[in-house]
């Protein structure tokens, strides 16, 4: 069970689909606009009602703009949310009811759980992101941003009680429809948690607790990734392009930061690939390609540099296909994902979106495609990510319930 963007889906495609050739019968439920992709993938399909493009162009959406700092757009995004959570119980409380174990997304967990104890159903965590409190790191929510050993800590418990806040209603709700009390005392969890990343991107946090563990990278179902022609002749007919795309994330002026873009890349002497994305970037000319949804396996490898604003999946992505970055982070985790991008030595410097500057964008480029120290570490870290088999893990966990 998921919930999000585009991002927050694809990579449990690859893993749907791994554990039904292992023998399981997965169902991947989500919202509607996904079920192609689910579907693609091999795996039974069960829809939520929210359409997650739907909300963040209106108009609720669109005043996350207006927030600045981490803090204050997430303040916002819980109040949109919030509003939201309960409309989607009932799909997931049926989905739960034929089912034998939850597999639940940070997205989904605060009211996963209350589903599965209610149906005495086990459940194992998935998140894409370190979500548990550490002294190590500030939360990724608010961008990664440290407050020392203790503040990260502290400030990592404020991010999940923002995040249980969003299901404050639909929770004690569901947890009455089942016959359990309204509330209950908040208990330690210790749970089976498996992390959807790398611990060579992201090293385990030593005040964790044995329960929270690093599983490795899910990657999308790509078994059929294919180019479309036009992009194919694009990338034939020169050398290999920057890739620069946004993923779900919206933009104010898409219009503006289009020729911002697109003039930067050619100031830096390069051609262009730009993602169309949530936001609605495009540009023209015979150094500029704009695409729309395309396999990230199939195009990034291809690529000079990618550009992209640090969604975890799409951080994952870069990072599968061993070429440098620029990250370019909007809001929440991406801030967090870029700096790992830069501690990693693939990427020279982040350009957050609230402080763009296409001369910034310019330097970022020429530094990222004219220093080969950057391709250099970031094919070798692709090569032990390829190593690694994120699905195992999972794999064994859900055996061992069936023992």
Not at 214 to 221: I, R
Not at 282 to 293: E, F, N, P, Q
Request: aromatic share 6%; proline share 8%; hydrophobic share 45%.
């Amino acid at each position: 069970m998921t919930a999000g963007s585009r991002g927050d889906v694809a990579p449990y495609t690859g893993l749907g689909h791994a554990l039904s050739r292992a023998g399981h019968e997965v169902t991947l439920v989500t919202h509607g606009r996904f079920e192609g992709l689910v579907t693609g993938a091999g795996v039974r399909f069960r829809p939520l009602p929210v359409d997650p493009r739907a909300e963040l162009e209106s108009a609720r959406g669109q005043s996350l703009h207006r927030s600045a700092t981490g803090a204050g757009k997430l303040v916002r995004v819980v109040a949109m949310a919030r509003a939201l959570a309960g409309r989607m119980t009932d799909d997931m409380l049926a989905a739960a009811r034929s089912s034998d174990l939850l597999l639940l997304a940070g997205s989904t967990a605060p009211l996963g759980h209350a589903i599965a104890e209610g149906l005495a159903l086990p459940s194992i965590d998935l998140p894409l992101q370190p979500l548990a409190p550490t002294r190590e790191f500030g939360p990724p929510m608010l961008g990664g941003r440290s407050w020392g050993g203790l503040g990260n800590r502290l400030a990592g418990h404020g991010v999940n009680l923002a995040i249980e806040r969003v299901f404050s209603a639909a929770v004690p709700d569901v947890r009455a429809r089942l016959g359990l009390p309204r509330s209950k005392p908040r208990p330690t969890r210790t749970g089976r948690v498996l992390h959807g990343f790398s611990p060579l991107v992201v090293r385990r946090p030593r005040d964790w607790r044995p329960h929270l563990q690093m599983a490795g990278y899910w990657w999308p179902y790509d078994a059929e990734a294919q180019l479309p022609a036009v992009l194919r002749d694009f990338l034939d007919a020169g050398p290999p392009p920057v890739f620069v795309g946004l993923g779900s994330a919206t933009v104010p002026d898409p219009t503006r930061l289009s020729a911002e873009v697109a003039g930067a890349l050619r100031r830096a002497g390069l051609r262009g690939v730009i993602q169309r994305g949530w936001g609605g970037l495009a540009a023209d000319g015979d150094d500029v390609l704009t695409i729309g949804d395309v396999p990230h396996s199939a195009l990034f490898p291809r690529m000079a540099a990618v550009v992209h604003h640090c969604g975890a999946g799409t951080t994952a992505a870069g990072l599968r296909a061993g070429v440098p970055a620029v990250p370019l982070p909007v809001q929440f985790d991406e801030g967090f994902w870029g700096a790992r991008l830069v501690a990693l030595g693939v990427a020279p410097c982040a350009v957050p979106l609230r402080k763009f500057s296409a001369e910034a964008l310019t330097a970022a480029l020429r530094q990222a495609t004219g220093d080969p120290s950057y391709g250099r570490r970031a094919r070798s870290l692709a090569d032990a990510l390829r190593a690694e088999d994120g699905v195992a893990p999972v794999l064994a966990a859900v055996n061992s319930f069936e023992d």
